[in-house]
């Protein structure tokens, strides 16, 4: 069982400057109240294969998360799945488009898939991202405006 949730937002910035931020996963922290730290291997720039480790908390709970970055077309596209074993996991990307005068519009959005227990909770955890996607994507925003 699995469903989809995504935001779209203008940022004022150019596309090339909001692909390189987005690329870079441990900005995460930065927008993402959920995300408690973030680890990138290898260092170096972000690649196909590039992995992020995270610990999030949900719901009061606290959780090691692991993301792989399967696609990545620079300034265009940012792809990743999730690699934990959770009960609700996630794939998702970025899709930037350059917007005259300078800006960039940014589609986000996340397939979550619930394993077991988790295909329960996921109807709740799938209307909570949805409601707070829009919020997501301003806060998205407004990391990126600030760096």
Same mark, same amino acid.
């Given at each position: 069982?699995?469903?989809?949730?995504?935001?779209?937002?203008? =940022?004022?910035?150019?596309?090339?400057?909001?692909?390189?931020?987005?690329?870079?996963?441990?900005?995460?922290?930065?927008?993402? $109240?959920?995300?408690?730290?973030?680890?990138?291997? $290898?260092?170096?720039?972000?690649?196909?294969?590039?992995?992020?480790?995270?610990?999030?908390?949900?719901?009061?709970?606290?959780?090691?998360?692991?993301?792989?970055?399967?696609?990545?077309?620079?300034?265009?596209?940012?792809?990743?799945?999730?690699?934990?074993?959770?009960? =609700?996991?996630?794939?998702?990307?970025?899709?930037?488009?350059?917007? $005259?005068?300078?800006?960039?519009?940014?589609? =986000?959005?996340?397939?979550?898939?619930?394993?077991?227990?988790?295909?329960?909770?996921?109807? $709740?955890?799938?209307?909570?991202?949805?409601?707070?996607?829009?919020?997501?994507?301003?806060?998205?925003?407004?990391?990126?405006?600030?760096?």
């Amino acid at each position: 069982m699995s469903g989809q949730f995504e935001a779209s937002v203008e =940022i004022d910035r150019p596309v090339e400057q909001v692909f390189a931020y987005l690329a870079d996963g441990r900005n995460d922290a930065e927008f993402s $109240p959920r995300v408690q730290q973030i680890t990138k291997t $290898p260092e170096g720039p972000t690649t196909v294969g590039t992995v992020f480790r995270s610990t999030v908390k949900d719901a009061g709970l606290k959780t090691s998360r692991e993301f792989r970055i399967t696609r990545l077309e620079a300034p265009r596209t940012v792809r990743w799945s999730e690699q934990s074993k959770n009960l =609700i996991t996630a794939e998702g990307g970025y899709d930037l488009e350059p917007l $005259p005068d300078g800006r960039t519009r940014v589609r =986000i959005f996340n397939e979550l898939e619930g394993h077991g227990i988790g295909k329960l909770l996921l109807g $709740p955890a799938l209307h909570a991202a949805r409601k707070d996607a829009p919020a997501f994507g301003e806060r998205i925003k407004a990391a990126v405006e600030r760096s």
